[in-house]
């Protein structure tokens, strides 16, 4: 079986340099980039290869961000980082009607290459199809879709590639990401994103690590230069439409739901009203286990897959795991429970005077939620009411 790959892969480089000797000038190869989409899948837009051979008369678009949705065990592969990426091809045409169904812009650099650097760059990618060479395990920071095409570049270049300054000092990976998440207004998504991202996504960024996101390859092209000559020869809109920012929506943002639910269950904590005790009882048992459970899901995320990015996360000082469980006992009268909730009162007054000396900052709407846990621990902690009947 290996010798019949490697019979066939060494005839396929024979019959391809004779080709490419002849025939790399006529091909022209180009960075696609297209504009964010309305799906989540989308928000950070993409990046794909077009690759146009006069010669033959093939337009074809080579594609890092293809995954299979039928693939044995996909959620579970997704989760636990272990979902397998591979390039694809597919018509020109094809890749950018799908793109305008969905309303999105698209914008082509065709890229300044010597016919040398055609040559290889072209062989990566073909060499890249064959067999298992096409399945890459996709890490959204240091190796995607995107990343792939910059690594590309620079495998392929005759000379070093530099890159001009296309970021703010000190930016991190986590405000990277979240300039598209406030952009499109997707603020229940980028709180649950930043509660499971860990302080890796801190750490602040080069030139060459921005380019994770397709603008940001788009802008390092753009400006960069591959020895003493641009990387990008010329640019043109393929699809140009008008840029819309979503408009905002105060009844979805987490900071406005939160404080609202803070000031709600302070004023209820008033009444005397023996049914309202019975709304707050109920409530505490539900809020102290859900945020058991996300402390539950951040330390598998943690310990349990293969995200990076999933790591140090110091959002476990609020979502301890344990509230999962002390929730179905919050009002039991044993000295046990109270001591736990009043302990709990206590670090997490700690942990919020310190906030700021912290490595990861925590997402703005959790302000309330901190100051919930803290005067709910408290009042569970001092005394425990009966319920009565």
């Not at 890490?139 to 590309?152: G, S």
């Not at 803070?262 to 049914?275: M, P």
């Not at 899901?297 to 995200?307: A, D, F, I, R, Y």
């Not at 919050?330 to 700690?350: D, E, P, T």
Request: a positive charge; aromatic letters at 16%.
């Amino acid at each position: 079986m290996v010798q019949k790959f490697l019979i066939s892969y060494f005839l396929f480089l024979i019959s391809y340099s004779t080709f490419a000797q002849s025939n790399s000038c006529r091909v022209r190869i180009s960075l696609l980039t297209a504009s964010p989409g309305e799906e989540l899948y989308s928000t950070f837009g993409h990046s794909a290869l077009r690759v146009t051979d006069s010669v033959n008369n093939e337009d074809m678009v080579y594609n890092y961000g293809t995954f299979n949705f039928d693939e044995p065990d996909f959620y579970t592969k997704f989760v636990r980082g272990k979902l397998m990426y591979y390039l694809s091809t597919e018509e020109f045409t094809s890749f950018k009607e799908a793109y305008l169904q969905e309303n999105r812009s698209m914008t082509e650099q065709v890229l300044n290459l010597s016919c040398n650097e055609k040559q290889k760059m072209v062989l990566l990618l073909q060499q890249n199809l064959m067999g298992e060479n096409k399945f890459y395990k996709y890490d959204f920071l240091f190796d995607n879709c995107t990343t792939r095409l910059r690594d590309l570049l620079e495998k392929s270049s005759d000379s070093v590639v530099h890159y001009s300054n296309i970021i703010k000092e000190k930016t991190t990976f986590r405000g990277h990401i979240f300039e598209y998440m406030d952009y499109n207004d997707k603020q229940l998504t980028k709180l649950g994103m930043d509660i499971l991202l860990g302080n890796n996504t801190d750490k602040v960024m080069s030139n060459r690590e921005a380019m994770f996101l397709p603008d940001y390859l788009f802008k390092g092209f753009d400006s960069g230069r591959i020895g003493n000559k641009p990387i990008v020869e010329f640019k043109v809109g393929i699809i140009d439409l008008p840029l819309v920012k979503p408009a905002k929506n105060l009844f979805t943002n987490p900071v406005f739901i939160f404080w609202l639910l803070l000031v709600t269950i302070v004023l209820l904590s008033l009444s005397k009203n023996e049914g309202v005790k019975k709304i707050l009882y109920g409530f505490d048992g539900f809020f102290f286990f859900i945020t058991g459970i996300a402390g539950i899901l951040m330390l598998v995320m943690w310990v349990g897959t293969e995200h990076i990015v999933c790591r140090n996360n110091y959002n476990l000082l609020w979502a301890w795991p344990t509230h999962a469980v002390m929730a179905f006992f919050i009002h039991s009268k044993k000295q046990g429970v109270k001591k736990y909730f009043f302990f709990a009162a206590i670090l997490y007054v700690v942990v919020f005077c310190l906030m700021i000396f912290i490595p990861q900052p925590f997402n703005s709407s959790l302000m309330p939620i901190f100051l919930l846990l803290i005067f709910r621990s408290i009042v569970n902690g001092k005394q425990i009411h009966s319920i009565q009947k």
